[in-house]
């Protein structure tokens, strides 16, 4: 086991006094054993912390502070970098305000920090560069601004990483690339822009990549396609222009992919978008009355996407994409979900589509598509939900 760093107790005792101080500890939902009065604090031993509420103490050291929704109020102290041996700090769904510690930093040791769903307010602390333990970082449901850290590229045992529905602005750094751990990246909701970084795709381990609802530009990354491991891929409600990438035939493990126009950033998990009882969730309007810029793909949909025998959910709509359906999608023996409304595609439905036996939903409205349906699709099934245009 690895050796904790050393911290005098006056120096967590302080640390953790200026907490309660600065959050409004009198007014927490819970505060078992928590020093109540000044002088209470004066007389406080680090042998007593150890069974005060959401505290826990190893050799003498504290290794976890666990406050989440529990009306933390205020903003959060510099003096909590003083707690070195800090290995776990979740204040999630509190009201935390004013800007992000960047003492906070200093805890080399810290391996899960969540403070989603507060009022933070900010940039992100490039010193933060130095947490070199940090596995899991959640920062959704803030009001944190400015650019994503390029140095953050640097925190070599990151795996998860959430900055959901805030207010960042800039580019997304090549030099996150370097996060080869890297298996979750949420930043949906976000005003982030420019190109996407073709050397992302060397993120080997990387399974959800959600970029939903910002401001990205350009063409989607052929290199992406080596992102082998990636299960789940959302993309929407940008302003990404350009040819579908046939590269991406290669992402043997994904499940679901977003590439529509308009989309909302808090939409229900797409796992459950499958489901019959959420099939509403597929709003059909005109292009003429679409919020803003948003993606514009153009081009034939690509025969080699028919090798992602994995997929479950495909979503297209809003876009200018041309030309036949693939008769290779028929290989896409897993989708249940097709929506290919509001593009410019002609023919007809391939018969090899008859063989898409789990498929439960598609949406072919608002293109050109004509003639016979595969005959092994029971329009009059209940299981299914059938949406194609009258001809």
Not at 120 to 133: A, H
Not at 309 to 317: G, S
Request: net charge negative; glycine share 8%.
């Amino acid at each position: 086991m690895t050796q904790l760093p050393s911290v005098s107790a006056s120096a967590t005792l302080h640390a953790l006094r200026r907490l309660y101080e600065c959050t409004n500890g009198a007014g927490w939902t819970v505060r078992t054993n928590w020093p109540a009065t000044a002088a209470a604090w004066q007389v406080a031993t680090l042998a007593e912390a150890s069974s005060w509420h959401g505290v826990r103490v190893v050799d003498g050291q504290v290794v976890t502070l666990q406050l989440p929704a529990n009306q933390l109020a205020g903003v959060l102290p510099p003096e909590l970098g003083l707690l070195t041996a800090l290995q776990h700090l979740n204040f999630r769904h509190n009201q935390l305000t004013g800007p992000l510690p960047p003492e906070l930093g200093l805890l080399s040791n810290l391996v899960h920090l969540n403070l989603g769903h507060n009022q933070l307010t900010g940039p992100l602390p490039l010193t933060w560069r130095q947490l070199t333990s940090l596995e899991y970082l959640y920062l959704e449901h803030n009001q944190l601004t400015g650019c994503l850290p390029p140095a953050w590229g640097e925190l070599a045992a990151l795996a998860f990483v959430s900055l959901r529905i805030n207010q960042l602005t800039g580019a997304l750094p090549a030099e996150w690339s370097q996060l080869a751990g890297l298996t979750e990246l949420r930043l949906e909701g976000n005003a982030l822009s420019g190109p996407l970084p073709p050397d992302l795709g060397q993120l080997a381990a990387l399974q959800h990549l959600n970029l939903r609802a910002n401001q990205f530009t350009g063409c989607l990354p052929a290199r992406w396609g080596q992102l082998t491991a990636l299960t789940e891929l959302g993309l929407d409600g940008n302003q990404l222009t350009g040819l579908l990438p046939a590269e991406w035939g290669q992402l043997q493990a994904l499940r679901v992919l977003s590439l529509a126009g308009p989309s909302e950033p808090d939409l229900p998990e797409w796992r459950w978008l499958s489901a019959p009882e959420h099939l509403a969730l597929h709003q059909h309007v005109l292009p003429e009355q679409l919020p803003g810029p948003h993606n514009q793909f153009s081009g034939p949909l690509p025969p080699a996407w028919g090798q992602l025998q994995k997929l479950e959910y495909l979503e297209l709509r809003h876009n200018q994409l041309t030309g036949p359906l693939p008769p290779a999608w028929g290989y896409l023996r897993a989708l249940t979900v097709v929506g290919l409304y509001g593009n410019r595609l002609t023919g007809s439905v391939p018969p090899e589509w008859g063989r898409l036996a789990r498929l439960v939903y598609v949406d072919l409205r608002g293109n050109k598509i004509a003639g016979p349906l595969p005959p092994e699709w029971n329009l009059d099934t209940t299981t299914w939900a059938i949406d194609l245009p009258a001809y």
